[in-house]
């Protein structure tokens, strides 16, 4: 599996904006399908979006449609994720990881590296 390291993350007040980048390790040759996921104090860890690796269709998480944009470098193999109008309850621990896709939707396929923390607090 690929390892992944996250970064970006930071602390920012309401309405502000934060841009999370994910990277592979190791050399790869192209990252698969990824998705971000995020998990608060307290709560079980949640998916944010996802993009697949062929034309880079995106999927959102209702609670951050409109305000989050994830996209990817495939030059670079690097996959961001664009955070716009942050909300006290984005305040998590964010994950990237590959992804795979079924009748159900998305869900996680990879393991899980450190995370990144966003705050989000006046």
């Known amino acids: 599996q690929v390892q992944l390291v996250e970064a970006g993350g930071g602390l920012v007040q309401p309405g502000g904006s934060l841009r999370l980048s994910c990277a592979a390790a190791?050399?790869?040759?192209?990252?698969?399908?990824m998705g971000w996921f995020r998990q608060a104090p307290g709560k079980q860890r949640e998916l944010v979006a996802t993009?697949?690796?062929?034309?880079?269709?995106?999927f959102y998480a209702d609670s951050v449609k409109g305000r989050f944009t994830i996209s990817r470098d495939n030059v670079n193999n690097e996959v961001h994720l664009q955070m716009n109008n942050l909300k006290f309850e984005d305040t998590a621990v964010y994950y990237c990881?590959?992804?795979?896709?079924?009748?159900?939707?998305?869900?996680?396929?990879?393991?899980w590296g450190q995370g990144t923390q966003v705050t989000v607090s006046s």
């Open positions: 990881t590959s992804v795979t896709f079924s009748a159900t939707g998305p869900s996680a396929a990879g393991s």
């Open positions: 993009i697949d690796n062929g034309y880079g269709d995106p």
């Open positions: 190791k050399l790869v040759f192209r990252l698969p399908d």
